[in-house]
């Protein structure tokens, strides 16, 4: 199993260019979240998806969107980016029916807007 | 709404214990986490315990629990250079279980 993969794992984007980044999952979970990392700040949720054809608001969702394109993936878009939006970005996912609702993260997406 | 605080740095001695704090403020929270963060790493979970416990030890880690403060503890004893990372407390809360992370802990540990 490769667990939580994603791509690119790096980006550097110009201020107003859009990108999708990827995220896949191989183990079966029902639920996939995004986060974004910046320093001193931990990781903060973008958005979520608790099942497949769901998806809600994390904390700072603001100049994203999100697509369960189905059970596996779970697409994260920047329509329009700006330096504010760069960071490193984790998808991780999780089977809530497991009594420690671990959550499996990605290796991560390091991004730069200029 | 929920927020999670740790301290940023923390160095100790090779052999020595290392001592990570948490406070954290979803008293509804099921089970409380230690992610572990390696240099250009994502994060894995170390270890977590149930809300109804007070300690928890697996191995070389020992976790304390303190609701009545909302304290957490993850204790590390003969700390190794390999034990150097960041360390992410984390609380759980909504349908989804959704994490709320504190600022992690960088670790570092010396010869």
């Known amino acids: 199993n490769a667990g939580v993969t994603q791509t690119p794992k790096f980006q550097v984007l110009k201020t107003g260019q859009s990108m999708t980044l990827q995220c896949a999952q191989d183990m079966n979970h029902n639920s996939m979240y995004w986060y974004r990392q910046d320093p001193g700040m931990g990781l903060r949720l973008i958005y979520y998806?608790?099942?497949?054809?769901?998806?809600d608001k994390g904390e700072v969702p603001n100049g994203y969107n999100v697509s369960r394109l189905n059970k596996r993936e779970f697409s994260l878009r920047l329509e329009s980016a700006a330096p504010s939006q760069t960071s490193v970005y984790f998808c991780a996912s999780s089977e809530l029916d497991r009594s420690t609702d671990e959550q499996y993260f990605g290796p991560g997406t390091r991004l730069t807007v200029t | 709404g929920e927020d999670v605080e740790q301290s940023l740095f923390l160095s100790v001695r090779e052999g020595d214990s290392s001592v990570i704090n948490c406070t954290y403020t979803d008293s509804s929270s099921t089970y409380l986490y230690w992610y572990k963060q390696e240099p250009g790493a994502g994060l894995q979970l170390l270890t977590y315990i149930f809300s109804n416990m007070d300690m928890k030890q697996d191995q070389r880690l020992t976790v304390l629990l303190n609701k009545k403060d909302k304290h957490l503890s993850l204790r590390i004893a003969d700390t190794q250079t390999g034990d150097s990372a960041i360390y992410f407390c984390?609380?759980?809360?909504?349908?989804?279980?959704?994490?709320?992370f504190g600022s992690g802990t960088q670790l570092t540990v010396l010869p």
């Open positions: 998806s608790a099942s497949e054809g769901t998806t």
């Open positions: 984390a609380e759980t809360s909504g349908s989804a279980r959704q994490l709320t």
